[in-house]
C-alpha cells in the first residue's frame, strides 16, 4: 500500500500563488508517474499536471505557464507550484501515484481562490 499526504492549501486572492505538497509513504522512484488533479464543486475530477519518472512532465491547457510541478526524490515528495492563480482554480486538489501495484489517491487539500 502506499499513502499520499497533500498539503499547502488554503485560501489566497487572485493572482496569488500556492505550493502544494505530496507526500509519499515510498521512494516516489517507485511510480511509473505522479501527477495532481482537481475537483471543483459540481465538476468532474480533471488532470492538473503529471510527471514522470523520467522528469517528463505535462499539463493541462489551463494552467500551462502558471503552474509547475516538481519531485523532490530525497523527502519523496512532489509539488505543485500555483502561481497567478484564478478563481476558476478554486476546488479540491488531489495527488495521484502510479504504480505497477495500482493507482494510489490523497485525500486532498482545498484551494480557494478568491476574486
Known amino acids: 500500500q502506499v499513502q499520499l499526504v497533500e498539503s499547502g492549501g488554503g485560501l489566497v486572492l487572485a493572482g496569488g500563488s500556492l505550493r502544494l505538497s505530496c507526500a509519499a509513504s515510498k521512494s516516489i522512484f517507485r511510480f511509473n508517474a505522479m501527477g495532481w488533479y482537481r475537483q471543483a464543486p459540481g465538476k468532474q475530477r480533471e488532470l492538473v499536471a503529471t510527471i514522470n519518472s523520467g522528469g517528463i512532465t505535462n499539463y493541462a491547457d489551463s494552467v500551462k505557464g502558471r503552474f509547475t510541478i516538481s519531485g523532490d526524490n530525497a523527502k519523496n515528495t512532489v509539488f505543485l507550484q500555483m502561481n497567478s492563480l484564478k478563481s476558476e482554480d478554486t476546488a479540491v486538489y488531489y495527488c495521484?501515484?502510479?504504480?505497477?501495484?495500482?493507482?494510489?489517491w490523497g485525500k486532498g487539500t482545498l484551494v480557494t481562490v478568491s476574486s
Open positions: 495521484n501515484a502510479n504504480s505497477v501495484t495500482g493507482l494510489y
